[in-house]
């Protein structure tokens, strides 16, 4: 079965630092991979996906990511965060074939200081 | 468009009862997932409905269930409630069912069982 695991469950950054959340994935074939954010009190936002093509995909607010096929990896990165990017990041796997939706990591949460 | 909207936003219940929660899709979106979210467990798969049919189903006891209405709408039931249902319980839908389609989350219900 798929499993997705994000290392990090608490990172702290200062306004105007880049970012790297990473996420690491467990799928026999190439998966389709998201990653969303949510913001206290509120749903799943979707900042970005792969299926194929281009490993580096760009996504809404800045954010970037990078599907590294030989690392099992799936890192999000923004290059200057803003403290509106409080919020708790989750990476997820969606099945190309099977029984279930979406996968999801345990999240990472990040604090951006001023 | 309006977004997922879901009822209630908030719920307090007691062990033992039942309860329900309430999804309306995107307009013209047909597939309707659910997801359990919890500290201790993360994001689960729940179900997924699709033109009125279950189509997918994630690792829960019995006691939850769903339907989808022929407007897409859905609803899910959580029957004789344990104190670990606490939890949030988030709708999210897309235009079918395909794995290729983004999934479009709610804010979520916050059910509390005392």
């Known amino acids: 079965a798929q499993s997705v695991t994000q290392p990090d469950i608490h990172i702290t950054v200062s306004e105007g630092a880049s970012l790297e959340l990473r996420c690491n994935y467990s799928?026999?074939?190439?998966?389709?991979l998201f990653w969303y954010v949510q913001s206290p009190g509120q749903g799943l936002q979707l900042l970005l996906k792969?299926?194929?093509?281009?490993?580096l995909v760009q996504g809404i607010k800045g954010f970037e990511a990078e599907f590294k096929r030989s690392q099992s990896s799936f890192n999000l990165r923004k290059p200057s965060v803003h403290w509106s990017d409080a919020a708790e990041y989750f990476c997820?796997?969606?099945?190309?074939?099977?029984?279930?939706?979406?996968?999801f990591g345990k999240g990472t949460k990040l604090t951006v200081n001023p | 468009k309006a977004g997922v909207t879901q009822t209630p936003r908030y719920l307090i219940k007691t062990r033992g009862q039942q309860v329900t929660l309430s999804c309306s899709p995107i307009?013209?979106?047909?597939?309707v997932s659910w997801y359990q979210q919890t500290p201790g467990q993360g994001l689960q798969f729940l179900f997924e409905?699709?033109?009125?049919?279950?189509?997918n189903k994630g690792n829960f006891p019995g006691r939850f269930s769903g339907r989808q209405f022929s407007n897409s709408r859905s609803e899910m039931n959580v029957s004789t409630l344990e104190l670990g249902d606490s939890a949030l319980y988030l709708c999210?839908?897309?235009?079918?069912?395909?794995?290729?389609?983004?999934?479009?989350f709610g804010p979520g219900t916050r059910l509390t069982v005392l």
């Open positions: 307009s013209g979106h047909r597939s």
């Open positions: 792969y299926f194929s093509g281009d490993t």
């Open positions: 999210a839908s897309s235009l079918v069912d395909k794995n290729t389609d983004t999934q479009y």
């Open positions: 997820a796997v969606g099945p190309q074939g099977g029984s279930e939706k979406l996968v």
């Open positions: 799928y026999g074939a190439t998966p389709y």
């Open positions: 409905y699709f033109s009125e049919t279950q189509r």
